[in-house]
């Protein structure tokens, strides 16, 4: 009888230390499913934060500039996203990057903040200088489920991001990518050529830069480039730099135009002044055997899209030729075809045509086959206006024109210049192409 009070007794103990022990042990539970719970919530802050400061990133990076003409915002100081933001198509990149956070569970409502800046100087991340950034901060305060009973009634995540835009090198707008032709690039008479934007030339010759008569070459502060030596003398401003390494093709990795499966065969054998074009909804316009040909005092407009030109050319003499959004690309006949004649301009020409300004043919205003060496003459004078890349880096460019408000670059595997002729200097690529911005997370 003594013992069993003794085992009861012991038995009563142990059901007090239990009792008392309850609300610690149920707290502890409790707080590993609460940090468990903010843990996931605070992944999703990170989450919401990175695809809106990214969003933003992005918008700024396919625009010419960064101001509110082409919908880039600055905020130096920080602001709140909208309450609920509008989910109809964004007015700027800041509010784009508001919609990519309510689009993974975060609005600046309720126990929910959205804040951003964004700016183009003084970045926020030591040891990056991005030409744009835009950082997003996403919080959200979420009450204890069971932590409540040792007096934590509620927990606060948060997560911010960073993204910048860096301009690309603002390359050169002129490139003659030929290993060791002399005078790869050649200037003739007295030829004036106003480069702002610099000169590449690949070519190791001894002459590989020429220049003839009285002619000169402008680069102003840019680098003239070479691989060889220099036979312009004193032509050329600034001194030209020799024996330089040689430069990368800029579109190496530009994809070759392809017909889109289905297209048709043929949309036409050839566009002449006066025609009225139709791009078909793919994009694609394809002349077969035939090509794009003006030689009376007429006008053609050209919708945005890519006139796929297989054998043929171009051939323009007189007439009024314009056209935003455009690729013209030139490639090698059908079997049996046409064989292609290249670009050819020389006459009375007015020309105003501008590449795409996103997509893989971004700044490509003429884009001729890799394989495709015949060569091509832009003879056009003043009037001849290209927004954009002539792009040709298998063929000897021959070339005279362009107002001094052009933004045209040349790549080919020669050029020579026969005539006074201006290239506009173009930053960041939103024209030519060319050292275009790269968008990164940088935070």
């Known amino acids: 009888m003594r013992q069993s009070k003794r085992a009861f007794r012991q038995r009563g103990q142990t059901a007090i230390m239990v009792t008392l022990s309850l609300p610690l042990m149920f707290g502890l539970m409790g707080f590993v499913v609460d940090v468990g719970w903010g843990y996931w919530r605070e992944e999703a802050a990170k989450t919401a934060a990175s695809a809106a400061a990214e969003a933003a990133a992005r918008q700024a990076e396919l625009a010419p500039t960064f101001t509110s003409t082409d919908h880039i915002l600055t905020q130096s100081t920080t602001a709140s996203c909208a309450a609920s933001p509008?989910?109809?198509?964004?007015?700027?990149n800041l509010t784009t990057g508001c919609l990519y956070a309510k689009a993974n569970g975060f609005t600046n409502s309720g126990k929910q903040k959205v804040m951003y800046k964004a700016g183009t100087t003084s970045s926020p991340v030591a040891g990056s200088t991005p030409n744009y950034w835009a950082r997003y901060t996403v919080t959200e305060t979420i009450p204890s489920l069971f932590t409540a009973v040792l007096g934590m009634?509620?927990?606060?995540v948060s997560a911010r991001s960073t993204s910048g835009v860096?301009?690309?090198?603002?390359?050169?707008?002129?490139?003659?990518l030929n290993y060791t032709a002399p005078g790869a690039i050649t200037l003739q008479g007295n030829t004036d050529v106003h480069a702002g934007c610099g000169v590449?030339?690949?070519?190791n010759s001894t002459t590989s830069l020429s220049c003839g008569g009285s002619s000169s070459l402008n680069a102003g502060t840019a680098p003239i480039l070479i691989s060889g030596s220099n036979a312009c003398g004193s032509h050329a401003t600034p001194t030209p730099s020799t024996n330089q390494p040689r430069t990368q093709d800029p579109f190496l990795y530009t994809p070759t135009p392809t017909i889109p499966a289905g297209h048709a065969a043929c949309d036409s054998t050839g566009l002449a002044a006066g025609n009225t074009v139709t791009m078909p909804s793919d994009g694609y316009y394809v002349i077969c055997n035939g090509g794009i040909t003006m030689n009376s005092n007429g006008s053609l407009s050209l919708p945005a899209g890519i006139y796929y030109l297989q054998?043929?050319?171009?051939?323009w003499q007189n007439g009024t030729v314009t056209g935003t959004g455009v690729t013209i690309y030139?490639?090698?006949?059908?079997?049996?075809?046409?064989?292609?004649?290249?670009?050819k301009i020389n006459g009375n020409m007015t020309i105003h045509l501008s590449a795409p300004t996103s997509g893989s043919y971004r700044g490509l205003v003429v884009f001729q086959d890799?394989?495709?060496?015949?060569?091509?003459?832009?003879?056009?004078?003043?009037?001849?206006?290209?927004q954009g890349t002539i792009y040709m880096p298998d063929a000897a460019i021959s070339y005279a024109g362009g107002a001094a408000t052009d933004v045209t670059a040349l790549v080919g595997d020669t050029i020579v210049f026969t005539g006074t002729s201006y290239f506009?200097?173009?930053?960041?690529?939103?024209?030519?192409?060319i050292g275009t911005p790269i968008a990164a997370q940088i935070e």
């Open 330 to 343: 030139l490639t090698n006949p059908l079997s049996g075809g046409t064989a292609s004649t290249g670009f």
């Open 370 to 386: 890799r394989t495709l060496a015949v060569g091509s003459k832009f003879n056009g004078g003043a009037g001849m206006d290209f």
């Open 424 to 433: 506009g200097t173009d930053n960041h690529g939103a024209i030519t192409g």
């Open 86 to 92: 509008s989910t109809t198509a964004p007015v700027d």
């Open 311 to 315: 054998g043929g050319g171009v051939n």
């Open 200 to 203: 590449y030339d690949n070519s």
């Open 153 to 156: 009634k509620s927990l606060v």
């Open 166 to 176: 860096f301009y690309g090198a603002s390359g050169s707008c002129l490139y003659a």
